[in-house]
């Protein structure tokens, strides 16, 4: 099936129906009623159906890109919701709102800024984000769809989805990204806890280049890249390896944008064979990475900023940010993506992607499009030849095997119907209904879809 034909029909909107309610068995065993339109539910089900622009409303109209909040006033990426109610932690200590639907929300923006470069691409089927999430798993022994289901984490106590096609882009898709991150940050703290107790050190180094406003992203991406592999093919980096007794390495490729356009850079952890000053690897490795950025085509002179090296408590402050930048915690969403966004008036990717939520930014859709065209089929993570399956014992799981995991002890929650699933792929449902299954189970989501059907 091509990816540019997933749409669904003109749907015929309907009158707005009354607001079910349900009962929800209170703490101290009585019963209390609650009305779904103090929920927001019918709110966001009324607004979905009225933002429908025609036969390709799921990918262009994109109703879930609403900033309506499942509970509480208005969500965006600039303002907190002052109605939202506050949740207590088994201590005592209030956390923060946790907003279920801005992934899919996310994702939905993802799917229209991916679009604007997969027309005019040699990609005739586009991006699979297009499908992530939204059509069911082939069962090869039947050849029929497989089951949607929702599951609810042992762990976390998240409701999440079963049966569905992923797209594991840990580049572009804000879905998939947190669970293959979360894995691959755990990876790295393993490894660095076990190199640790062998005796050895760790420090990160950040290497960054010349860059400006009229910068395209793409031939600086590759200016970059090459300059970091002429950075280890020296001589001199090889001499420098022997002398730090450096066993090997973890490198990520990241990028933001501000106010001097496009900025890659890359962190690297070196695991050490024993301790050293950061300013003694600075010393004999700056003019490596100054020596290997002229050949890659940087003419202006670097600042010995361009290549930082940080101590080990550094290291811990990074891999802890890993884990936690795409884990869609309340610390993530309300908290850290605001003071990221306007600090030093730089974005990430996924800050692009809520800034374009509630339309204030048009420019955003472009840039978003240009990023992941220059990102998607590179590696984030690359180790050192052999040294993870040297510290962990095995070569991990792919992405691919990540994105689709479940885990075997999560309850199901609830099953969809494929008629079902139609009307929640069409409105663009998906977190809504993960919400609704989580507070209100089976009955809930009847009564919820009950809403959309004329």
């Not at 882009?169 to 640790?196: F, G, H, M, Y």
């Not at 090889?238 to 090997?248: H, S, T, V, W």
């Not at 962190?267 to 020596?291: D, G, K, N, R, Y």
Request: net charge positive.
């Amino acid at each position: 099936m091509s990816l540019a034909q997933d749409s669904e029909p003109g749907n015929k909107v309907g009158e707005q129906k009354r607001p079910w309610t349900i009962s929800k068995p209170c703490a101290v065993g009585a019963s209390e009623s609650i009305e779904a339109s103090s929920l927001s539910y019918s709110r966001v089900g009324q607004q979905n159906r009225n933002n429908q622009r025609g036969p390709h409303a799921d990918t262009e109209g994109c109703a879930a890109a609403r900033p309506s909040g499942l509970r509480g006033g208005r969500l965006d990426i600039r303002t907190k919701s002052t109605s939202a109610p506050l949740h207590h932690d088994q201590d005592g200590v209030i956390l923060e709102h946790h907003d279920p639907t801005l992934k899919w929300q996310m994702q939905a923006m993802a799917r229209l800024a991916v679009g604007v470069y997969d027309r005019n691409s040699e990609y005739k089927d586009g991006h699979r984000i297009r499908i992530c999430c939204r059509h069911p798993l082939l069962n090869e022994e039947t050849k029929k769809d497989s089951p949607v289901q929702v599951r609810q984490s042992e762990k976390s106590n998240r409701a999440y989805y079963t049966g569905l096609m992923k797209c594991a882009s840990i580049w572009v898709c804000p879905v998939c990204a947190p669970k293959i991150q979360a894995v691959r940050a755990l990876e790295v703290r393993t490894a660095i806890d076990n190199w640790t107790a062998q005796g050895g050190s760790v420090v990160l180094v950040t290497q960054t280049i010349p860059h400006g406003r009229r910068d395209l992203l793409q031939p600086l991406l590759e200016r970059f890249t090459t300059a970091l592999m002429k950075f280890k093919g020296q001589r001199g980096y090889e001499r420098a390896r022997k002398q730090f007794r450096i066993a090997g390495s973890i490198r990520a490729l990241e990028v933001t944008h501000g106010a001097n356009g496009w900025h890659p850079h890359a962190h690297t952890i070196l695991f050490l064979q024993s301790s050293l000053p950061p300013s003694h690897l600075h010393m004999a490795l700056f003019p490596l990475w100054e020596s290997a950025a002229r050949r890659a085509g940087f003419e202006q002179a670097l600042s010995p900023v361009a290549f930082d090296v940080q101590d080990a408590s550094k290291v811990k402050n990074y891999v802890t940010k890993m884990g936690a930048e795409y884990q869609w915690n309340a610390e993530h969403e309300l908290v850290k993506a605001h003071s990221k966004t306007g600090k030093r008036d730089t974005m990430t990717p996924f800050d692009m992607l809520r800034g374009m939520i509630d339309e204030s930014r048009p420019d955003l859709r472009a840039r978003f499009a240009e990023y992941s065209a220059c990102f998607e089929g590179k590696r984030q993570l690359v180790w050192s030849n052999g040294f993870k399956k040297e510290l962990l014992g095995t070569d991990g799981l792919t992405d691919e095997q990540i994105a689709e995991s479940i885990g075997e002890e999560d309850v199901v929650l609830a099953d969809i119907h494929p008629e079902n699933w139609i009307i929640i792929r069409r409105y663009n449902l998906q977190g809504q209904v993960l919400q609704v299954v989580a507070d209100f189970g089976r009955d809930g989501l009847r009564h919820f879809l009950a809403e959309y059907r004329v």
